[in-house]
């Protein structure tokens, strides 16, 4: 059985005078891996941070788990969290990074988890761990960005553009540690990407943003 | 010029025999300059973040008017104290006037505008994904605020130095509030009032130069900071 963990229908975001996001309608099932493309600037990260709570959508509606999007607990906010396109960390070290999300949920012992993340995104704990987050490289904060939300098991999880810095072989790496949250965890996984060949060895279905708008890809 | 030349000399004799009144006026003034920067940093860095990051109608009136605040008089400030504590005022019966507490009042009302006007300042200037990577990552509004200002922790710190070297320096509020009492409520810049007007150069000198001195170590701090801030 299936269950539809977004909803949304004719939701549309602007800014100014700007309809930069005009989606008809959309549902996100439960546990499956949704892929979008479309070119700079069409609206795709505007829809994701709909979908992780970060901004109100202009008009329409959106619903998670049958609760309309104002309505949303922090218990279910905690349950989706989003990569952002250019990755962020905080001002401490890789370990202080990854355990935050776990320390503000109030899990003290975090060191085993810590290092399960780090290591699946390729990074050697005993190296990295320690690290402030003003030594590391461009793909390097990108992984660890990545682990900052592996580490909290999501029930969704939101990628913008993961592969963007990274090599090759950190590619897969990410490729690899996203089907596994979703067959450990049952994450459900929606993926912004460039890169349509990679997307298409990961995505159940893939869409495709232009003007605001999304269509299937087939 | 002679006797600025022999008030020298003694001055030095004061601060390295360790001259009991010389080192209580610095007492007093690092105690009640820690408390009012203290309280400065307590209440203005909230307000500050609130300012720096909430969209409300009427933003922009606060911030001119924390930004006029930054030039309150000191003397005004112990005018408004003045007229509070007096055993007549308000708040007389609180019995602050002519204390430490009493002056670390005023001094707080000082320092208050810079360290809220430097907070909002930082966090405006705060990354935006930084809020999206705290909220998306499960803070709640109170964690945001804390992690937010710890983020910003640099620029805080900032904030309260540079209050302190507003507060360290004033004597409008150390006069009329505290009253500049020998032992108890004289501090380095109402003593060095004081002695002046009395033509004792010596304790003037001394404390002028210990005054200096703190204020090089809040600049060299303030440097230092204003680096790791960036
Ligand atoms: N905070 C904002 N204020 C105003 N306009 C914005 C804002 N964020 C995005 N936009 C505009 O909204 C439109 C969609 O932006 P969005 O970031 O969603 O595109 P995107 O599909 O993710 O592009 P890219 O592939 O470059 O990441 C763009 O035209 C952008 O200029
Ligand atoms: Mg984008």
């Known amino acids: 059985m299936s269950e539809t963990l977004y909803h949304l229908e004719k939701v549309t975001q602007v800014y ?38 970060l901004e109100k959508p202009a008009s329409g509606r959106v619903s998670f788990q049958d609760q309309p999007f104002t309505k949303v607990t922090l218990e279910q906010r905690r349950q989706v969290t989003m990569l952002n396109q ?114 298409r060895q990961i995505a159940d279905r893939i869409l495709s943003m232009d003007y605001g708008r999304l269509s299937p890809v087939h | 010029m002679d006797y600025l030349l022999s008030g020298l000399i003694q001055a030095f004799e004061l601060l390295f025999k360790g001259d009991p009144e010389t080192y209580s006026a610095v007492k007093t003034t690092v105690l009640a300059s820690s408390l009012s920067v203290a309280a400065s940093m307590v209440i203005g860095s909230p307000l500050g973040f609130c300012l720096g990051y909430a969209r409300f109608p009427g933003r922009r009136s606060v911030r001119v008017v924390v930004d006029t605040l930054l030039s309150l008089p000191t003397v005004v400030i112990g005018l408004l104290c003045y007229a509070f504590m007096s055993h007549r005022g308000p708040l007389g019966h609180l019995g602050l006037l002519f204390t430490i507490p009493g002056m670390a009042v005023g001094q707080t009302i000082l320092g208050l505008p810079i360290v809220v006007a430097m907070t909002a300042t930082a966090v405006e ?7 999206q990577t705290i909220l998306t990552l499960g803070a709640d509004p109170r964690q945001l605020l804390l992690t937010s200002l710890w983020e910003a922790r640099f620029a805080l710190a900032l904030a309260g130095a540079a209050a302190y070297g507003r507060i360290v320096s004033e004597v409008g509020i150390s006069m009329m509030v505290g009253g500049n009492i020998k032992w108890h409520t004289r501090t380095i810049t109402t003593a060095i009032a004081l002695e002046t007007g009395k033509g004792q150069f010596a304790m003037g000198i001394a404390l002028g130069l210990i005054l200096l001195a703190l204020a090089l170590m809040v600049n060299v701090a303030m440097s230092g900071l204003k680096r790791l801030s960036e």
Do not use: C
Request: glycine share 8%; proline share 4%; net charge positive.
């Open chain 1, 86 to 199: 250019e990755p962020y960390l905080l001002k401490r070290s890789v370990k202080g990074n990854i355990s935050y999300g776990l320390k503000i949920r109030g899990i003290s012992d975090t060191s085993r988890p810590v290092d399960r993340a780090l290591s699946k995104v390729g990074l050697a704990p005993d190296k990295f761990l320690q690290r402030s987050w003003r030594e590391l490289s461009g793909g390097e904060a990108q992984r660890v960005a990545l682990a900052a939300r592996l580490v909290l098991k999501p029930k969704v999880l939101l990628l913008d553009e993961p592969t963007a810095s990274v090599d090759r072989e950190s590619s897969e790496l990410i490729l690899r540690a996203a089907l596994d949250a979703r067959d450990q965890w049952g994450t459900t996984l929606i993926i912004i990407s460039h890169q349509l060949t990679w997307l």
């Open chain 1, 16 to 53: 100014g005078h700007r309809t930069v996001l005009d989606v008809e309608s959309l549902h996100i099932e439960a546990r499956s891996i949704t892929g979008v493309i479309g070119p700079n600037g069409s609206g795709k990260s505007t829809l994701m941070r709909i979908l992780a709570f």
């Open chain 2, 125 to 131: 200037n705060l990354d935006d994904r930084l809020k």
